[in-house]
């Protein structure tokens, strides 16, 4: 299984997100215990105050398991240095891909300031991952237009639509060849109309593993046994959770090489 969606834990900047502290070791002994065998990591501090030294962060924690963790990057898209830092995230973090919370960054995904930083991201092989499910900022259409505009960039909605907008995220997904879909604080009876309808390869699943208040991640746990009360097939269970994420990481993710 692959969590394509989970967060370093709130080294310094104490918000409404912020949970309990961890190290990479507590996180993997997390990781075994639900089953997980590699996870997309993604920035907590980042997202609320994206600096270099974030990203930085992030890429260390996974450092000390390159083989069951992948980092994504972060930045404020409106800052001068936004593009050379997300090819720096690149060519000297190695990191598979970049994270953008507009609704917490302030920004829109109509923003001209966007084009050059998806285009290093496309060209550097990596994927964008955005928050999507809360307006007004963060709907998956906003999303599926940015996605439009660089057909060769995978853009994933990290939250399938959330509760309210998941019908919005999965016409989005079928109607965007590169658009894809992380189910994540998404409701399971809307999973299984996502997982019904939406094309083949192109559902995720992730936990938001990271903002717990105990180390042990008690509530990410929760969310990989949910996934046996959807009433899903077992192709379809196998594409979200192996199949399409390992296909989108590519070779140069975690689980490389493994069958």
Same mark, same amino acid.
């Given at each position: 299984?692959?969590?394509?969606?989970?967060?370093?834990?709130?080294?310094?900047?104490?918000?409404?997100?912020?949970?309990?502290?961890?190290?990479?070791?507590?996180?993997?002994?997390?990781?075994?215990?639900?089953?997980?065998?590699?996870?997309?990591?993604?920035?907590?501090?980042?997202?609320?105050?994206?600096?270099?030294?974030?990203?930085?962060?992030?890429?260390?924690?996974?450092?000390?398991?390159?083989?069951?963790?992948?980092?994504?990057?972060?930045?404020?898209?409106?800052?001068?240095?936004?593009?050379?830092?997300?090819?720096?995230?690149?060519?000297?973090?190695?990191?598979?891909?970049?994270?953008?919370?507009?609704?917490?960054?302030?920004?829109?995904?109509?923003?001209?300031?966007?084009?050059?930083?998806?285009?290093?991201?496309?060209?550097?092989?990596?994927?964008? /991952?955005?928050?999507? $499910? %809360? !307006? +007004? &900022?963060?709907?998956?259409?906003?999303? #599926?237009?940015?996605?439009?505009?660089?057909?060769?960039?995978?853009?994933?909605?990290?939250?399938?639509?959330?509760?309210?907008?998941?019908?919005?995220?999965?016409?989005?997904?079928?109607?965007?060849?590169?658009?894809? /879909?992380?189910?994540? $604080? %998404? !409701? +399971? &009876?809307?999973?299984?109309?996502?997982? #019904?309808?939406?094309?083949?390869?192109?559902?995720?699943?992730?936990?938001?593993?990271?903002?717990?208040?105990?180390?042990?991640?008690?509530?990410?746990?929760?969310?990989?046994?949910?996934?046996?009360?959807?009433?899903?097939?077992?192709?379809?269970?196998?594409?979200?959770?192996?199949?399409?994420?390992?296909?989108?990481?590519?070779?140069?993710?975690?689980?490389?090489?493994?069958?």
């Amino acid at each position: 299984m692959i969590d394509f969606h989970t967060h370093t834990p709130a080294w310094k900047t104490a918000t409404w997100l912020a949970g309990a502290s961890f190290g990479a070791r507590e996180f993997v002994e997390f990781m075994d215990s639900a089953g997980i065998d590699a996870a997309v990591v993604l920035s907590h501090d980042g997202l609320f105050n994206p600096t270099p030294e974030a990203n930085d962060e992030v890429a260390a924690f996974v450092a000390e398991y390159p083989d069951r963790m992948a980092a994504f990057g972060t930045v404020s898209p409106r800052q001068s240095g936004a593009v050379p830092e997300v090819e720096r995230c690149f060519s000297q973090l190695h990191m598979r891909g970049l994270k953008l919370h507009p609704w917490l960054q302030g920004f829109s995904m109509h923003e001209p300031a966007l084009d050059p930083i998806c285009e290093v991201v496309a060209g550097a092989g990596g994927i964008l /991952l955005s928050h999507d $499910g %809360t !307006p +007004p &900022y963060s709907t998956p259409l906003q999303i #599926a237009a940015l996605a439009r505009r660089h057909p060769n960039l995978p853009v994933v909605l990290g939250h399938g639509g959330l509760h309210d907008c998941w019908r919005e995220a999965l016409a989005a997904t079928v109607e965007t060849p590169n658009l894809y /879909l992380c189910i994540c $604080g %998404t !409701p +399971p &009876y809307a999973a299984r109309r996502i997982l #019904a309808e939406a094309p083949s390869g192109k559902v995720l699943f992730g936990t938001d593993a990271g903002l717990s208040d105990k180390a042990s991640q008690d509530y990410a746990v929760a969310r990989v046994r949910e996934i046996e009360g959807w009433g899903i097939t077992p192709a379809q269970r196998r594409s979200m959770l192996e199949d399409a994420p390992r296909t989108l990481l590519g070779d140069r993710g975690p689980l490389r090489g493994r069958a």
